[in-house]
């Protein structure tokens, strides 16, 4: 596995990079950002997946450490995401897998998604590039590894923010053997929001 050193985890460590990623995420402009924003993200992920594994040692626990991170990201990245687009939320689970595949995906990774298969409740979105893997091999070893998990953390996270709950998993990798990268998005249920103050 073939990636730079990078912070510490444990608590802090994992709030610490989760910030810092999200503030990497934030910083990328529209369209595909700076390619040396883009390389520095790159090499921080890889830096903080190895020091998962260093750490947890078993690879299905940095894949669930991975997931939690990426949703406390995906919690930050809504407001920054509508004030930049200028966008209203979304109304339902087709505009919302829309908007993550056409903006979401070229604002913060640089790159674009294509919405497949797509109903009212599912659908897979296919990466045209993935950043998060450049200059990253998997041995045989860490095939249980799925070193992307951090991405359906972060879409699971922006959805819960605009009352959706999600199941997101990725169904294709080129890490694994796969031709592309594609992320499976299920709807599981519309939560009601919860109002601070009760009606008297």
């Known amino acids: 596995l073939f990636f730079a050193w990078g912070a510490g985890t444990g608590e802090r460590g994992e709030r610490y990079e989760s910030e810092r990623m999200s503030s990497k995420a934030k910083g990328a402009s529209p369209g595909g950002g700076d390619r040396i924003n ?59 897998a829309k908007t993550i595949a056409e903006t979401g995906f070229r604002m913060f990774l640089g790159c674009s998604a294509k919405v497949t298969q797509i109903d009212d409740k599912e659908c897979k979105m296919v990466l045209s590039e993935n950043p998060l893997t450049d200059f990253v091999e998997l041995p045989e070893k860490l095939q249980p590894l799925s070193y992307c998990s951090l991405l359906c953390g972060v879409i699971r996270g922006a959805l819960e923010q605009i009352s959706m709950k999600v199941e997101c998993e990725i169904s294709k990798d080129p890490l694994k053997g796969d031709e592309r990268f594609e992320l499976h998005m299920r709807l599981v249920e519309y939560v009601n929001e919860e109002y601070p103050f009760k009606d008297d």
Do not use: W
């Open 38 to 96: 883009s390389e520095l993200f790159t090499l921080t992920y890889g830096a903080l997946v190895r020091h998962l594994l260093l750490d947890l040692e078993s690879p299905e626990e940095v894949n669930k450490q991975l997931d939690k991170m990426g949703q406390n990201i995906g919690i930050r990245l809504v407001d920054d995401f509508l004030a930049k687009t200028n966008t209203g939320r979304c109304r339902n689970f087709r505009e919302a």
